[in-house]
Structure formats: C-alpha cells, structure tokens
C-alpha cells in the first residue's frame, strides 16, 4: 500500500507452493494479474497474483483456463481484502 506521503507499506506478503508429480521436460503455464485500488487521501495499493504450473506440454490448453479462473478469483478476494483493512485504517 501507498500512502499519501509515497511511502510504500506491505500488508501481506505471501507465497504457496502446490505439489505436484514429476513431470520429464514439462511445460510450464504461468498467468499473472494484478490491481491498484485507491484508498483515498492519496494512498493507493497494489495487488499482484501469479501462478506458474509445470504440466504435460499436451495438456497446455486445458491448464490455462483453470489457472486464469484461480488467478482472477484470487484478485478479486485480495482487492476486496486491501478495501476491508483500509476501512479500518480510516477509523
């Protein structure tokens, strides 16, 4: 988060870690997405999801999908979770 003199302010800094089986020379789907959302009084904060999953090179164009559903899923809570924490922030 931004606050209103630019200083720059993390508020959750998290990474996980799916298991999977070992795949011989997989290929690897990655998508990522992101948000800024103003919190007012010039503050803003910025939210950036991504994922990358090894996988069968011929399953490529089914794995995409799934991890676009999850990365978009996950912005959306964790914009709606930086809006929840600044309203607290304001009182």
């Known amino acids: 988060m931004k606050t209103s003199d630019g200083e720059e302010k993390v508020i959750k800094d998290k990474q996980e870690y799916l298991p ?3 795949i011989e020379n997989p290929a690897y789907v ?12 010039y503050s803003s904060g910025r939210i950036n999801v991504s994922i990358s999953y ?13 991890l676009k559903e999850w990365v978009d899923t996950r912005v959306g809570s964790e914009i709606s979770e930086l809006r929840e924490v600044a309203s607290q922030l304001d009182t």
């Open 30 to 41: 990655g998508v990522s997405a992101g948000g800024t959302v103003n919190l007012g009084n």
């Open 20 to 22: 999977t089986e070992p």
């Open 54 to 66: 090894p996988c069968e090179p011929k399953d490529v164009d089914s794995v995409y999908p799934k």
